[in-house]
């Protein structure tokens, strides 16, 4: 036994991969470890990242600190914007985009997205975690690689961290090798748990959307309540298109100076999206 090449870890990996769509997987110590893990297998010194502008926060970080640290130029873009203004250039290798934006829950319009990625031969990238495949198959879809954090729906249990990445399999060896040089590795009895959680993924996340639909509803007629970031929404600016795709966790705003509000607010977020955010 040694880094990455656990049983559990390759059984978990190919379930996960199934559900997917994928031919193969990559099971991480954490969202984090994966996403690193393949960034840093698809770009080197002098090659470009165009990644959506407002994903996670630690996605944000590594590509706006760390990645220009290691000679990775890296550009944001506003996926709403028509994609003539996209700041491609002559040594982009790769697109990064989130199914659904966490915590905005802004869902971008993937088919043009990976309609671009394709005409100019880019390597697509997306981070499935608020998602799940129960609601949206990106493969299917065209992009090249799938990220998650199974520590949100994936495993459901509030009880790990890990993460994953799916794609075909030769980008797949690549990416388990440069993790075995990064030497993060996740731990087999976290597979354990992983494999037990995915089992009941399709019932919790559908029920998890049908609770979030009502609360988001809820909260919108709530006169305290400014502001409901959630695409099930007719309000949502992205509600059409994401009518087509999934459901996510609600986000409430509370009106601006009003500290009761502030405090139903802050309860309603974190029962809305517990065991889905670290
Ligand atoms: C969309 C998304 N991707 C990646 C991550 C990072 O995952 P982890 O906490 O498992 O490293 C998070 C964490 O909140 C996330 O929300």
Redesign the pocket.
Known sequence: MRLNNTPNQRVVGARIAALEGGEDSYVAA????A?TATLCTLLGEGDHLLIERG?????DALARHTLPRMGIEVDFFDADTPSQDWPVRDNTKVVYA?AI??PTLRVIDHERLVTFARARGLTTVV?N??ATPVFFRPLELGYDLV??????YLNGHSDL???VVIGPEETLRRVRSVANHLGGCLDPGACFLLERGLKTLPLRVRYQAGTAQALAELLEAHPLVSRVHYPGLPSHPHHRRASKTPRAPTTPEATPGDPTTRAKSATVRSWSTRGT??
């Open positions: 954490s969202g984090m470890s996403i994903c996670y926060g630690g996605t989130e934006a966490n981070d975690t608020f990220l998650h954090s199974a520590t949100k961290v890990a993460g955010r670290s």
